[in-house]
């Protein structure tokens, strides 16, 4: 395959970027994203030219290291994360539209990575439970309903990658924070934190200059873990809910 | 055995921080997060739909002739009687929806602003975003803001009203206004615009406030687009009976 792609370059933070426009030959359709940015850099270092900065880490989808808006869409055309994205989902001599993710709360660090710290922040404000650390406990000491699980389990799966803010309209983080929150508070564990956590973290979502959330759904759509769009109506009722109970 | 200090540090390393720095009030917290401000938004929007729906009842009074529909409005100033002066509960209604259009002024536009700014940067690969209804909630409501404020003047105080205002004569002030073209397309176009907010509006309403789930939001999507057609038929079968000739 021989592709023509538009890259955004961008060589810190302050400085201006600009769509660079580079011809890519000899790909597979069975080579992912990433393997097809690998080749074009291996040109741009043979040719002498700094190579496109881009985040990565494991590969096998499930790190959230993994960016990139492709063609307008956050993770490309499949639902899935870049890294698993194959050049079958492109034809010969397409032209493919490459942009890092696009939120204040997500400065470019350099071409297509940006610093993604903010969410870390607001996993410190609350993503965790108090248990006393130790040997683990007696797994049927806690009994715990399969739905709640289930749910758990379902909103568990959200990997970070910032796709949900990437395709907001308002560069909102309600999808993520959704995740993290209903992830603890469907369980007895996350229990004993159940109103500070949301509390908190929607505070610090909203302190890392995040959007407000306008219910689009594009954040559910370009999930590549399906974190459904009803996750956020179901934080809105626990942070309800603790406006009403909290005990500061 | 004397316990040496590093005891006594570890003792104290176990303890965790507490919150020590007074916190802000609840009602704080409450305006100063995102999904506060949307829950604001979410009551004032249903408290003018709820507003809407028994309008449309009282407009369509109008097919019944001028008899029923003047009686009708000189009984929303007698409601209440005795118990209350005559005018009374109206302006008990008028006053809760100027709170209600200011609430959600307030939180619309502070939440706007900070949206755009949370996404300063447009992707360079334009795609269609969301739908129709969704994309026009910010420019659809200014223009409801500056209907309501002709729609005032023209059938309240009859300030811009053609054809000799009446008070206590709603019947004939209406089909003066419906006579005239521009009456009939500022009208008809702003109808339009509340059939796509309430669209959008009622079903945000309901994920902002927490009744959305997986099971329910097939119904809730649906009741949206039932209120949505219902308004906008109900309203707009005015004009349209004043232009046929149906009411006159």
């Known amino acids: 395959m021989k592709l023509n792609l538009r890259v955004w370059r961008q060589q810190n933070t302050d400085a201006e970027g600009a769509m660079a426009t580079y011809e890519v030959d000899g790909i597979s359709p069975d080579m992912s994203f990433l393997e097809m940015l690998d080749t074009l850099n291996e040109d741009l270092i043979l040719r002498g030219e700094e190579p496109v900065a881009f985040d990565h880490d494991c590969r096998e989808g499930i790190c959230g290291a993994c960016s990139l808006v ?18 079958r989902s492109f034809r010969d001599g397409d032209t493919i539209d490459v942009e890092p993710w696009r939120a204040s709360a997500f400065p470019v660090v350099k071409d297509l990575v940006v610093d993604r710290s903010a969410f870390d922040r607001i996993i410190q404000a609350g993503g965790y439970i108090s248990a006393p650390t130790g040997s683990a406990p007696e797994a049927h000491a806690t009994p715990v309903p399969k739905p709640d699980a289930d749910s758990a389990f379902e909103h568990a799966e959200c990997i970070g990658c910032g796709a949900c803010v990437a395709a907001c309209p308002n560069g909102s983080a309600m999808l993520f924070t959704s995740a993290k929150v209903n992830h603890l508070n469907v369980l007895p564990q996350g229990a004993p934190e159940r109103e500070t956590r949301v509390l908190d973290m929607v505070a610090a979502m909203d302190d890392e200059g995040f959007g407000g959330c306008t219910l689009t759904g594009e954040c559910a759509t370009a999930c590549p873990k399906g974190i459904p769009l009803p996750s956020i109506a179901a934080m809105n009722r626990e942070w309800l809910r603790a406006t009403r109970k909290a005990r500061r | 055995m004397t316990l040496g200090p590093s005891v006594g540090l570890m003792a104290l390393a176990t303890r965790t921080e507490r919150r020590t720095e007074p916190q802000p009030s609840m009602t704080r917290i409450f305006w100063r997060s995102t999904v506060g401000k949307k829950t604001v ?17 009282g407009n369509l009074k109008i097919f019944f002739g001028p008899g029923e529909f003047n009686a009708y409005g000189h009984w929303l100033r007698t409601m209440g009687a005795p118990v209350l002066h005559h005018s009374w509960a109206l302006w008990i209604v008028r006053v809760g929806l100027l709170a209600a259009v200011i609430g959600h002024a307030v939180s619309a536009y502070q939440l706007s602003r900070r949206d755009i700014k949370a996404r300063p940067t447009a992707y360079v690969h334009k795609r269609p975003r969301a739908s129709y209804a969704t994309r026009t909630m910010r420019w659809g409501g200014i223009i409801l803001a500056l209907f309501i404020v002709w729609h005032i003047l023209d059938l309240t105080t009859g300030t811009v009203h053609v054809g000799g205002f009446e008070e206590g004569r709603p019947y004939q002030n209406v089909v003066d206004t419906f006579s005239t073209w521009y009456g009939n397309v500022i009208y008809i176009v702003a109808m339009l615009a509340v059939g796509l907010h309430v669209r959008h509006g009622f079903w945000s309403a309901a994920q902002t406030l927490g009744a959305g789930n997986a099971r329910r939001d097939r119904a809730l999507k649906a009741m949206a687009n039932g209120l949505a057609l219902v308004l906008t038929a109900g309203f707009v079968s005015v004009p349209v009976a004043v232009m046929t000739g149906v009411v006159s």
């Open chain 2, 41 to 57: 938004m979410a009551l004032s929007g249903l408290i003018m739909l709820g507003y809407l729906v028994a309008h449309v009842m």
């Open chain 1, 70 to 87: 492709i063609n307008g869409d956050a993770h490309g055309p499949e639902r899935t994360t870049t890294c698993q994205l194959h050049m």
